[in-house]
């Protein structure tokens, strides 16, 4: 916010120099950017936080001023000189949407003279970088400036019927802004209009059609309070900003729209003549009193560390123009000022007593109690999952959520329904929010293959965006199904990434069991593609990826890729290690190489073993890939895999683990129809 030190000193007495008001600004929260010397004037830089929309204008500014240096705030007293016939009388206003336009106002003023602004107008609006363009149109930035309420003067000829109307955009429905540029608008838009057409982007930019120009003689002065949300997104969705969509977008005080628009009228009868209708058209909702606040004095010290004295802690609020509600020994409650959106809690109120008192105040020795926040059971299984996977040697990667329309085709595991999109993202080919986490990372792995690495081993946790199908009134989207995934990608063959997934329920002690169901997708080559399933639920995706999906990412060497839904690891886990004896027994080994029927998995086979093979089966694992060859016959695999048996108190004999081998050929051979090769 650009202030000008001549204009500001019309509302506060400033007998200091520049940079001590910077420095006492500064203090307060009000970060000094640079002073620039204008024409003889003085441009004071100051950066606003986007929760101080009150401060977007030189009243604000000078109430700051005042409290800080003690001094008083001299707010300019509007008086206009009305005439009849009433504004009533002259035009009407009807919102149709008080959720985009909680608040309109409109006056007409008759009879005025379109011509060059005095001097000291143009010097004001130029200190603050503003081009003067004529006496009416310069009156409302002027405004915009001194009370940080925007306003907008229409040509009231021009206006078809004379009225105003406040709705949505209809469909396929255009507006030639007065940038001379053509905007298509969209139905949760919110737009000025007559009784036809659009006449402007509500809250954003007026429309050429309707601009004052050097022919006008009467106009309507809108002033008005807008949804802030709703002028944020139309404003990026047409790429088009503003100094009104930037205030408007904060949010502003709702008893400064009446204001304002009285000051507007008073200054432009002043320097372009007219007669002012009597009165005000104003629609609108009822404005809600603020919320009291209370403020315990004791916490003044917890918070802060210093102690301030009571009486100066109210003396303090009330400076800042809070209305005392009651005072005791131990609290008081205030209600804040219409303009003090960003005071809703008791801790802010704390921090404006200690921001008034001045930080320097605090010592920075001084102890402030407080304690660590435990970490939450997501956090630390977060950090195991991460902890995991770099000691497995994988790299973490952190990517973008917006995608384009071939990344996110190529990979429809999750969901087949219409991805959201943001219009106005500032990536205009990438504004879709991904569905899977897995095009990303091949992105970033076909980025190492062309700098030399070509065997970058990457995951990533983080978020994706699933569709929940349910849309608003409007026609949008609903809010999408935000889920934590993890996905990896790796140069590795299938069976050790199932190996490094297994792991993780290991590390996070989690007594659950996975298994890999064959699956036909089209992201994995045939036959190499898997459902993961955590304690027979349903879990993520694991395979080697397609020719297809390899050529289009020019990917030159062989991929492995896996994706889980986080809430599975997550329901699992058991962070608290358990306690198991070590095995003091020997253990007894015995491999099994058979064949299978191609279709057959070897999470079947596994599944099958550990049903037969009685309490003393420790383990069972695959030993390499499954082999074809000349011994094998055609449509069958062979699978060669070891068993490892062991009593937890006593040395097995030869016949009982003899006896449940026999058990576990048998049953390959009866339900997989498995033959025991020779």
Request: charged share 25%; net charge negative.
């Amino acid at each position: 916010m650009i202030v000008s030190w001549n204009w500001l000193k019309q509302y506060v007495k400033l007998d200091i120099s520049v940079d001590e008001l910077a420095h006492r600004l500064t203090m307060s929260g009000l970060n000094h950017e640079s002073t620039t010397d204008v024409e003889g004037d003085l441009a004071i830089d100051f950066e606003v936080t986007s929760n101080r929309p009150d401060c977007l204008g030189h009243i604000g500014i000078a109430r700051e001023a005042a409290v800080v240096l003690g001094r008083e705030l001299t707010i300019p007293v509007t008086k206009l000189s009305e005439s009849r016939p009433p504004a009533t009388e002259l035009t009407r206003v009807d919102v149709e949407c008080l959720d985009l336009c909680p608040r309109y106002t409109a006056r007409v003023i008759r009879g005025v003279k379109i011509a060059p602004s005095p001097d000291w107008l143009r010097r004001r609006l130029a200190t603050c970088g503003v081009s003067s363009i004529n006496n009416v149109v310069d009156v409302t930035n002027y405004v915009l400036l001194e009370a940080s309420q925007p306003l907008h003067a229409f040509d009231f000829d021009k206006l078809q019927e004379r009225r105003i109307v406040v709705r949505r955009a209809r469909p396929g429905e255009s507006i030639v802004a007065i940038n001379q540029k053509r905007f298509e608008l969209k139905p949760d838009m919110c737009v000025i209009a007559d009784a036809n057409r659009a006449v402007a982007v509500a809250g954003v930019m007026g429309g050429f059609d309707t601009e004052v120009s050097d022919s006008t003689t009467n106009l309507l002065i809108e002033s008005a309070e807008f949804n802030p949300v709703s002028i944020r997104r139309t404003s990026r969705t047409l790429g088009l900003h503003s100094e009104s969509s930037f205030r408007f977008e904060r949010g502003l005080d709702p008893l400064g729209v009446e204001w304002a628009s009285r000051r507007c009228c008073q200054l432009i009868h002043e320097l372009a003549g007219g007669t002012v209708a009597a009165g005000v058209v104003a629609v609108g909702k009822p404005i809600d009193p603020r919320s009291p606040i209370v403020l315990r004095f004791s916490q003044i010290k917890r918070i802060l560390g210093i102690d301030i004295e009571p009486e100066k802690a109210c003396h303090i609020l009330l400076k800042l123009e809070l209305i005392e509600l009651r005072r005791d020994s131990e609290l008081v409650e205030v209600r804040p000022p219409s303009w003090r959106r960003d005071l809703e809690r008791e801790i802010d109120l704390i921090e404006e007593v200690g921001r008034i008192h001045g930080y320097e105040h605090v010592p920075e020795d001084r102890e402030v109690p407080m304690t660590t926040a435990p970490r939450s059971q997501s956090e630390r299984v977060e950090s195991t999952v991460r902890s995991t996977l770099t000691a497995a040697g994988f790299y973490e990667a952190v990517t973008l959520s917006f995608v384009d329309q071939p990344l996110l085709e190529c990979c429809r595991l999750w969901s087949q329904a219409k991805p959201l999109a943001v219009d106005h993202s500032t990536r205009r080919q990438e504004n879709l929010l991904r569905q899977s986490l897995i095009p990303n990372l091949l992105v970033a792995r076909r980025t190492n293959e062309s700098r030399g690495t070509m065997d970058s081993e990457l995951f990533e946790l983080a978020r994706v965006y699933l569709p929940r199908g349910a849309e608003s009134q409007t026609g949008t989207p609903g809010l999408p199904d935000e889920r934590v995934h993890l996905a990896i990608v790796s140069g590795r063959e299938l069976r050790e990434l199932k190996g490094v997934i297994e792991n993780l329920l290991v590390q996070t002690h989690a007594e659950a069991r996975l298994e890999a169901k064959n699956i036909e997708q089209p992201e994995f080559a045939s036959g190499r593609g898997a459902e993961i399933l955590i304690d027979g639920e349903h879990a993520g995706f694991l395979g080697k990826i397609s020719q297809r999906l390899a050529a289009q990412f020019d990917l030159r060497a062989d991929c492995c890729v896996a994706e889980l839904n986080f809430d599975r690891l997550l329901a699992v886990a058991r962070l608290i290690p358990q306690l198991r004896a070590v095995p003091n027994m020997p253990a007894s080994e015995r491999d099994l190489s058979m064949t299978f029927h191609e279709s057959s998995t070897w999470s079947a086979v596994e599944s099958l073993v550990r049903s037969v093979a009685g309490p003393n089966l420790e383990s069972v694992r695959l030993l390499g890939e499954p082999y074809h060859g000349k011994q094998i016959p055609a449509g069958r695999k062979g699978l060669y895999f070891r068993m490892t048996f062991r009593a937890i108190n006593r040395t097995l004999t030869h016949d009982e683990v003899d006896k449940a081998l026999a058990a576990i050929i048998a049953a390959c051979s009866r339900d997989l129809g498995g033959e025991l090769r020779v």
